[in-house]
T-cell receptor
């Protein structure tokens, strides 16, 4: 699977929007962009995924650049509970085992 | 609905001991996975299974063994514990076939220390 690059950490104020960037310049045409997050002392949890179009769900929005070489996870109103490590992961379409390759992620800190 | 359940939550082993980390899921998922996470790092895949009776190696399989005799259970075995295997171990499962984008569901992890 292609590599992703994320900032090590970011800070946000509570109730403000947060934009978490991810660069994936070597993405192939059939790679899906997945986001997971890991709250302290818990296993990762799925947030959102997309291929080309922007996606919205109850947790977040995913904005994908037109050339697909970058994407941004948007939390519309950060809460203290959103403090976590956020992982941007590319999943190849022909990845029969649906394996996920985790990088270092972005540690999001939310200030009250 | 319990989801993915891992036991034990914590364990301390002596070098050279063996143990089995248990993982069970009640969602009838075909795919199951074992990951390890070292401090401050992302998860690394140890083994995975695409269905009962089928297992395959991930990125870091050395020192571990798995079996998948039922859909529900996917135990991870450490035969000769070494300090390098001190880590947090996560089990995950997902439904569907290989090409789908169904998300993985993770357990809460087993913290293992080897002294």
């Amino acid at each position: 699977d292609a590599k992703t690059t994320q900032p090590n950490s970011m800070e946000s104020n509570e109730e403000e929007p947060v934009h978490l960037p991810c660069n994936h310049s070597t993405i192939s045409g059939t790679d899906y962009i997945h986001w997971y997050r890991q709250l302290p002392s818990q296993g990762p949890e799925y947030v959102i995924h997309g291929l080309t179009s922007n996606v919205n769900n109850r947790m977040a929005s995913l904005a994908i650049a037109e050339d697909r070489k970058s994407s941004t996870l948007i939390l519309h109103r950060a809460t203290l509970r959103d403090a976590a490590v956020y992982y941007c992961i590319l999943r190849a379409h022909n990845n029969a085992g649906n394996m996920l390759t985790f990088g270092g992620g972005t540690r999001l800190m939310v200030k009250p | 609905n319990a989801g993915v359940t891992q036991t034990p939550k914590f364990r301390i082993l002596k070098i050279g001991q063996s143990m089995t980390l248990q993982c069970t899921q009640d969602m009838n998922h075909n795919y199951m996975y074992w990951y390890r996470q070292d401090p401050g790092m992302g998860l690394k895949l140890i083994y995975y299974s695409v269905g009962a009776g089928i297992t395959d190696k991930g990125e870091v399989p050395n020192g571990y063994n798995v079996s998948r005799s039922t859909t529900e259970d996917f135990p991870l075995r450490l035969e000769l514990a070494a300090p390098s295997q001190t880590s947090v171990y996560f089990c995950a499962s997902r439904p569907g076939t290989g090409a789908s984008n169904q998300p993985q569901h993770f357990g809460d992890g087993t913290r293992l220390s080897i002294l």
